[in-house]
């Protein structure tokens, strides 16, 4: 068995906060270290967690929208990893869903020196944003409009929830100039 499997394995396998869990612990990630392209979101959300499989949910179907992939190419784990902030549904707060475990986190080197092929890196919501860009204090909009797709390697996006409906609608742009010409910078791995 590979090091990659191994490791994979033990993910799926941690129960580090089973107790904090109001469904229990079920890692959810897609990993290969072929894949040429990085998914990083916050963790699953009770749909996901029920499924097993990441972004099966709204979420995941505007995702793939926006990336113009279809659910064969999204579901390739040799192409495409997923690997979130937190691999269990951390459970529900007063505004959505609670933050990602921080326990997830012993598992984010060990995984990402695992993805020796990575060509880019997409970041959704501000968990996944905050720990890739540790120095960026404004808004996810400067964020968002400050990535120069033709050279980045690492992409910044809003959630792709429903919540963030309101967000889509103030930021005409990013639906209509963004994800065109995200869309075009990602034909080169699919």
């Given at each position: 068995?590979?090091?990659?499997?191994?490791?994979?394995?033990?993910?799926?396998?941690?129960?580090?906060?089973?107790?904090?869990?109001?469904?229990?612990?079920?890692?959810v990630?897609?990993?290969?270290?072929?894949?040429?392209?990085?998914?990083?979101?916050?963790?699953?959300?009770?749909?996901?967690?029920?499924?097993?499989?990441?972004?099966?949910?709204?979420s995941?179907?505007?995702?793939?929208?926006?990336l113009?992939?279809?659910?064969?190419?999204?579901y390739?784990?040799?192409?495409?990893?997923?690997?979130?902030?937190?691999?269990?549904?951390?459970?529900?707060?007063?505004?959505?869903?609670?933050?990602?475990?921080?326990?997830?986190?012993?598992?984010?080197?060990?995984?990402?020196?695992?993805?020796?092929?990575?060509?880019?890196?997409?970041?959704?919501?501000?968990?996944?944003?905050?720990?890739?860009?540790p120095?960026?204090k404004?808004?996810?909009?400067?964020?968002?409009?400050?990535?120069?797709?033709?050279?980045?390697?690492?992409?910044?996006?809003?959630?792709?929830?429903?919540?963030?409906?309101?967000?889509?609608k103030?930021?005409?742009?990013?639906?209509?100039?963004?994800?065109?010409?995200?869309?075009?910078?990602?034909?080169?791995?699919?």
């Open positions: 068995m590979s090091d990659s499997n191994i490791l994979l394995r033990e993910v799926r396998a941690c129960r580090l906060c089973e107790d904090e869990l109001p469904l229990g612990p079920r890692p990630l897609q990993y290969d270290p072929s894949a040429t392209l990085l998914i990083v979101g916050q963790a699953p959300g009770r749909r996901v967690h029920e499924s097993g499989r990441p972004f099966d949910d709204p995941g179907v505007r995702l793939r929208q926006w113009n992939i279809t659910e064969d190419e999204f390739d784990p040799k192409r495409l990893a997923i690997v979130p902030m937190g691999f269990c549904y951390p459970g529900t707060g007063k505004s959505g869903d609670l933050p990602p475990r921080k326990e997830c986190l012993q598992w984010r080197e060990p995984l990402m020196a695992g993805l020796p092929n990575i060509q880019l890196t997409i970041l959704l919501g501000q968990y996944a944003q905050r720990y890739h860009y120095e960026h404004g808004s996810l909009t400067a964020l968002v409009k400050q990535v120069d797709l033709d050279d980045s390697l690492v992409v910044p996006l809003p959630h792709p929830s429903p919540r963030n409906n309101r967000w889509l103030q930021q005409p742009w990013f639906e209509s100039e963004f994800i065109p010409r995200l869309q075009h910078k990602l034909k080169t791995f699919f």
